[in-house]
């Protein structure tokens, strides 16, 4: 079974600072997705980032980026220059195409607050 | 695009009584899922449809529950007879056809139903 975990429930960082979110993930898949997830207070579940297993190279997108490890099967989040907007939950989740998409794997989620 | 429109966006109802969620996905998406938030479980996936067809039902705790999909564009997910337990927030996820070339892989959610049973 595939199995996403997330060792932190909860997390804060001053604004303006940098913080990274854990996650960890178990699969005997060569072929997947990881990705991260933002859900505000509004609870609207928000694309953050998003990483092909083939791909070495970390992904980024402006002030988020991810540490990908495969051998470890490592993802994790690192968040640069946080901003009030960054207050959610954050839920890494995976996923492996194979006919088709088929479901997210979620992990439990990261509250992470941003403090003036 | 609107987006996946959910319906209705906070439900409240009292324990027996038989309780609907409606899914209209985005156009052209093919996939569609349902899945249940609580604090206690996170993010769990209760059915998923390909092509208007169910796949994977095992997430659906009981017979109590139960999702179609008579169109591309409609499901619904009903609770007969609904139970304080059941309290959650429901979410409707679609996803386009899959392609390896535009690696097409995101999920969109709609806003999802927060439901409560009392």
């Known amino acids: 079974a595939q199995t996403v975990t997330q060792s932190q429930p909860e997390m804060s960082v001053q604004e303006a600072e940098t913080v990274t979110l854990s996650c960890t993930y178990d699969t005997s898949e060569s072929n997947y997705y990881l990705f991260w997830y933002k859900q505000p207070p509004s609870r609207q579940m928000i694309l953050v980032i998003r990483?092909?297993?083939?791909?070495?190279q970390n992904a980024t997108e402006n002030r988020f980026s991810v540490n990908f490890q495969k051998a470890a099967k490592s993802f994790s989040l690192k968040i640069s220059d946080s901003q009030l907007g960054d207050t959610a939950m954050y839920f890494c989740?995976?996923?492996?195409?194979?006919?088709?998409?088929?479901?997210?794997?979620f992990g439990k989620g990261t509250r992470l607050s941003v403090i003036a | 695009d609107a987006g996946v429109i959910q319906s209705p966006r906070h439900e409240v109802t009292e324990m027996g009584q038989e309780v609907t969620l409606r899914c209209k996905p985005i156009?052209?998406?093919?996939?569609l899922f349902w899945y249940r938030q609580t604090m206690m479980r996170g993010l769990e996936l209760l059915i998923y449809?390909?092509?208007?067809?169910?796949?994977?039902d095992s997430g659906m705790p009981e017979d109590r529950f139960s999702a179609k999909m008579p169109n591309a564009s409609f499901s619904t997910l009903k609770i007969q007879p609904s139970e304080p337990r059941d309290s959650a927030v429901y979410f409707c996820?679609?996803?386009?056809?899959?392609?390896?070339?535009?690696?097409?892989?995101?999920?969109?959610f709609g806003q999802g139903t927060r439901l409560t049973v009392v």
């Open positions: 156009s052209g998406h093919n996939s």
């Open positions: 996820a679609s996803t386009p056809p899959y392609s390896e070339a535009f690696m097409n892989t995101e999920a969109f």
């Open positions: 989740a995976f996923m492996t195409p194979l006919s088709g998409n088929t479901p997210l794997v």
């Open positions: 449809f390909n092509n208007n067809v169910p796949i994977d």
């Open positions: 990483q092909e297993a083939y791909k070495q």
